[in-house]
Protein backbone atom coordinates (compact mmCIF):
# COMPACT_ATOMS: atom_id res chain seq x y z
CA UNK A 1 0.00 0.00 0.00
CA UNK A 2 1.18 3.41 -0.44
CA UNK A 3 2.80 5.78 2.04
CA UNK A 4 0.57 7.78 3.63
CA UNK A 5 2.25 10.45 3.62
CA UNK A 6 2.60 10.39 0.00
CA UNK A 7 -1.17 9.87 -1.16
CA UNK A 8 -2.36 13.46 -0.33
CA UNK A 9 0.08 15.09 -2.84
CA UNK A 10 -0.46 12.18 -5.36
CA UNK A 11 -4.00 12.78 -5.25
CA UNK A 12 -2.95 16.67 -6.16
CA UNK A 13 -0.72 15.82 -9.08
CA UNK A 14 -3.60 13.45 -10.08
CA UNK A 15 -6.13 15.92 -10.09
CA UNK A 16 -3.33 18.60 -12.39
CA UNK A 17 -3.62 15.70 -14.82
CA UNK A 18 -0.16 14.13 -14.57
CA UNK A 19 0.21 10.20 -15.79
CA UNK A 20 0.88 7.47 -13.46
CA UNK A 21 4.22 6.87 -14.48
CA UNK A 22 5.43 10.96 -13.79
CA UNK A 23 3.66 10.66 -10.48
CA UNK A 24 5.42 7.37 -9.47
CA UNK A 25 8.79 8.97 -10.85
CA UNK A 26 8.21 12.13 -8.99
CA UNK A 27 7.23 11.02 -5.73
CA UNK A 28 9.48 7.84 -5.86
CA UNK A 29 6.10 5.83 -5.48
CA UNK A 30 5.07 2.23 -7.43
CA UNK A 31 2.86 2.66 -10.41
CA UNK A 32 0.36 0.37 -9.25
CA UNK A 33 -0.53 2.39 -5.90
CA UNK A 34 -0.82 5.85 -8.02
CA UNK A 35 -2.94 3.79 -10.36
CA UNK A 36 -5.20 2.17 -7.46
CA UNK A 37 -5.25 6.39 -5.79
CA UNK A 38 -6.71 6.93 -9.95
CA UNK A 39 -8.98 4.47 -9.98
CA UNK A 40 -10.78 5.08 -6.28
CA UNK A 41 -10.85 9.29 -7.37
CA UNK A 42 -12.59 7.88 -10.50
CA UNK A 43 -10.05 9.84 -12.70
CA UNK A 44 -9.92 8.40 -16.71
CA UNK A 45 -6.15 7.19 -17.20
CA UNK A 46 -3.85 9.35 -19.38
CA UNK A 47 -2.65 7.88 -22.67
CA UNK A 48 0.95 6.91 -22.63
CA UNK A 49 2.12 9.08 -25.17
CA UNK A 50 -0.36 10.76 -27.33
CA UNK A 51 2.46 12.45 -30.07
CA UNK A 52 4.28 11.09 -32.51
CA UNK A 53 8.08 11.04 -32.55
CA UNK A 54 7.72 13.54 -35.10
CA UNK A 55 5.29 15.66 -32.93
CA UNK A 56 7.70 15.87 -29.83
CA UNK A 57 10.35 16.63 -31.35
CA UNK A 58 8.82 19.77 -33.11
CA UNK A 59 7.87 20.71 -29.48
CA UNK A 60 11.69 20.91 -28.44
CA UNK A 61 12.77 22.72 -31.22
CA UNK A 62 13.29 26.68 -31.69
CA UNK A 63 14.52 28.65 -35.13
CA UNK A 64 18.22 30.22 -35.03
CA UNK A 65 18.96 32.81 -37.76
CA UNK A 66 20.26 31.21 -41.39
CA UNK A 67 17.53 28.53 -40.77
CA UNK A 68 19.25 26.53 -38.32
CA UNK A 69 17.02 25.15 -35.13
CA UNK A 70 18.52 24.57 -31.55
CA UNK A 71 17.32 21.53 -29.83
CA UNK A 72 15.57 22.95 -26.33
CA UNK A 73 15.11 19.34 -24.88
CA UNK A 74 17.16 16.65 -23.18
CA UNK A 75 21.23 16.59 -23.48
CA UNK A 76 23.12 13.48 -23.31
CA UNK A 77 25.47 13.73 -20.22
CA UNK A 78 28.96 14.56 -21.22
CA UNK A 79 28.55 15.00 -25.07
CA UNK A 80 25.61 17.58 -25.14
CA UNK A 81 23.89 15.58 -27.89
CA UNK A 82 20.11 16.58 -28.22
CA UNK A 83 18.64 13.51 -27.27
CA UNK A 84 14.55 13.00 -27.26
CA UNK A 85 12.85 10.01 -25.18
CA UNK A 86 9.60 8.82 -26.77
CA UNK A 87 7.07 5.66 -25.89
CA UNK A 88 10.59 4.41 -23.81
CA UNK A 89 12.94 4.31 -26.85
CA UNK A 90 15.66 6.91 -26.77
CA UNK A 91 16.70 8.54 -30.18
CA UNK A 92 19.07 11.67 -31.05
CA UNK A 93 17.32 14.63 -32.40
CA UNK A 94 19.06 14.28 -35.52
CA UNK A 95 18.20 11.14 -36.08
CA UNK A 96 14.41 11.96 -35.97
CA UNK A 97 15.31 15.12 -37.98
CA UNK A 98 17.03 12.95 -41.09
CA UNK A 99 13.88 11.06 -41.07
CA UNK A 100 11.48 13.97 -40.95
CA UNK A 101 13.49 15.38 -44.15
CA UNK A 102 14.02 12.40 -46.24
CA UNK A 103 11.34 9.86 -44.85
CA UNK A 104 13.36 6.79 -43.45
CA UNK A 105 16.23 6.89 -41.35
CA UNK A 106 19.93 7.22 -41.48
CA UNK A 107 22.54 4.96 -42.62
CA UNK A 108 24.88 5.56 -39.68
CA UNK A 109 24.90 8.24 -37.79
CA UNK A 110 22.89 11.10 -38.25
CA UNK A 111 24.63 14.71 -37.89
CA UNK A 112 24.25 18.52 -39.01
CA UNK A 113 26.31 19.70 -42.37
CA UNK A 114 25.82 22.99 -41.94
CA UNK A 115 28.68 23.36 -39.72
CA UNK A 116 27.04 24.48 -36.57
CA UNK A 117 27.44 22.37 -33.91
CA UNK A 118 23.76 20.16 -32.64
CA UNK A 119 21.89 22.07 -34.81
CA UNK A 120 18.64 19.93 -35.98
CA UNK A 121 17.01 21.56 -38.90
CA UNK A 122 16.39 18.33 -40.85
CA UNK A 123 17.15 19.59 -44.00
CA UNK A 124 20.81 20.22 -42.60
CA UNK A 125 20.99 16.40 -41.46
CA UNK A 126 22.97 14.10 -43.16
CA UNK A 127 23.99 10.73 -42.65
CA UNK A 128 27.40 8.79 -42.68
CA UNK A 129 26.18 7.27 -46.11
CA UNK A 130 25.38 11.24 -47.83
CA UNK A 131 28.25 12.75 -45.84
CA UNK A 132 30.70 10.21 -47.25
CA UNK A 133 29.46 10.56 -51.03
CA UNK A 134 29.54 14.74 -50.68
CA UNK A 135 33.45 14.66 -49.07
CA UNK A 136 34.14 11.62 -52.09
CA UNK A 137 32.43 14.34 -54.85
CA UNK A 138 34.88 17.44 -52.77
CA UNK A 139 37.98 15.20 -53.43
CA UNK A 140 37.13 14.54 -57.46
CA UNK A 141 36.46 19.09 -57.29
CA UNK A 142 39.89 19.89 -55.58
CA UNK A 143 41.52 17.09 -58.38
CA UNK A 144 42.51 15.21 -55.26
CA UNK A 145 43.98 11.30 -56.36
CA UNK A 146 41.32 8.55 -55.88
CA UNK A 147 41.33 6.83 -52.63
CA UNK A 148 44.14 3.96 -52.40
CA UNK A 149 42.46 0.53 -52.17
CA UNK A 150 44.03 -0.41 -48.61
CA UNK A 151 45.94 1.55 -45.62
CA UNK A 152 49.72 1.64 -45.29
CA UNK A 153 48.63 -1.11 -42.51
CA UNK A 154 46.64 -3.01 -45.17
CA UNK A 155 43.05 -2.51 -44.20
CA UNK A 156 40.78 -2.50 -47.05
CA UNK A 157 39.38 0.97 -47.84
CA UNK A 158 36.44 -0.51 -49.16
CA UNK A 159 35.75 -1.40 -45.60
CA UNK A 160 37.26 0.88 -43.76
CA UNK A 161 38.01 4.30 -45.60
CA UNK A 162 36.54 7.63 -44.90
CA UNK A 163 36.89 10.79 -45.69
CA UNK A 164 37.08 14.30 -43.61
CA UNK A 165 34.95 17.23 -44.01
CA UNK A 166 37.67 18.67 -46.47
CA UNK A 167 37.97 15.67 -48.57
CA UNK A 168 41.46 13.97 -46.74
CA UNK A 169 41.20 10.35 -46.93
CA UNK A 170 41.35 8.29 -43.60
CA UNK A 171 41.40 4.78 -42.08
CA UNK A 172 38.47 3.83 -39.68
CA UNK A 173 40.15 0.83 -38.19
CA UNK A 174 43.68 2.42 -37.62
CA UNK A 175 42.06 5.18 -35.93
CA UNK A 176 40.41 2.74 -33.93
CA UNK A 177 43.28 0.92 -33.40
CA UNK A 178 45.47 4.01 -32.18
CA UNK A 179 42.53 4.65 -29.40
CA UNK A 180 42.56 0.85 -28.12
CA UNK A 181 46.53 1.32 -27.92
CA UNK A 182 45.75 4.61 -26.33
CA UNK A 183 43.28 3.56 -23.45
CA UNK A 184 45.73 0.57 -23.10
CA UNK A 185 48.66 2.77 -21.87
CA UNK A 186 46.22 4.80 -19.87
Known amino acids: ??????????????????????IARQLHMDKRDVAQLRSEM?????PAQPLT?????RERTA??????LEWTGERATGSGTPVLRHSGQAYTAA??????????????????GCGRQHCVAPEHIDDTARRQRDRAALRIVLGSPDRPTHCRHGHD???????????????????ADRKRQTTAVC
Open 53 to 57: VEQKW
Open 63 to 68: PLPGGH
Open 1 to 22: MANPKKVGPARELLEAGLSNSA
Open 157 to 175: QAEHGQFLPDGRAYCTRCV
Open 95 to 112: RIAYRIQHGTDPVGHAAP
Open 42 to 46: GLPNI
